[in-house]
């Protein structure tokens, strides 16, 4: 069992930066391949980036390549999501999802367990 808290999110400008973070308590982040999506308001949630269980398999969706990093700390048991560059399009609720597995996805219904989401708003 994985239970998952985001923070970070908020408003800024387009072109500025944010950072999330997704706390993780439960006996097995450390073998979760870990995820980032994002759902805008009246469209679907979409994948966003995701890292393998020791961090060495990243995957990014197109439209957030260059611009947005995700990284893990086991020891810390958080995952990041560093934005930069960030676009009013950027602006939605984004979710942090765990896997029951090492590797990394980009369905959604590959993960198993979410948090509940933090909203990051861009303004043009």
């Known amino acids: 069992q994985v239970q998952l808290v985001e923070s970070g999110g908020g408003l800024v400008q387009a072109g500025g930066s944010l950072r999330l973070s997704c706390a993780a308590s439960?006996?097995?982040?450390?073998?979760?391949?870990m995820g980032w999506f994002r759902q805008a308001p009246g469209k679907e949630r979409e994948f966003v980036a995701a890292i393998s269980w020791n961090g060495g398999s990243r995957d990014y969706a197109d439209f957030v390549k260059g611009r947005f990093t995700i990284s893990r700390d086991n020891a810390k048991k958080t995952v990041s999501l560093q934005m930069n560059s960030l676009k009013p399009e950027d602006t939605a609720v984004y979710y942090c999802?765990?896997?029951?597995?090492?590797?990394?996805?980009?369905?959604?219904?590959?993960?198993?367990?979410w948090g509940q989401g933090t909203q990051v708003t861009v303004s043009s």
């Open positions: 999802a765990a896997r029951s597995s090492f590797v990394v996805a980009v369905e959604e219904s590959e993960y198993r367990w």
């Open positions: 439960g006996r097995t982040f450390n073998s979760n391949a």
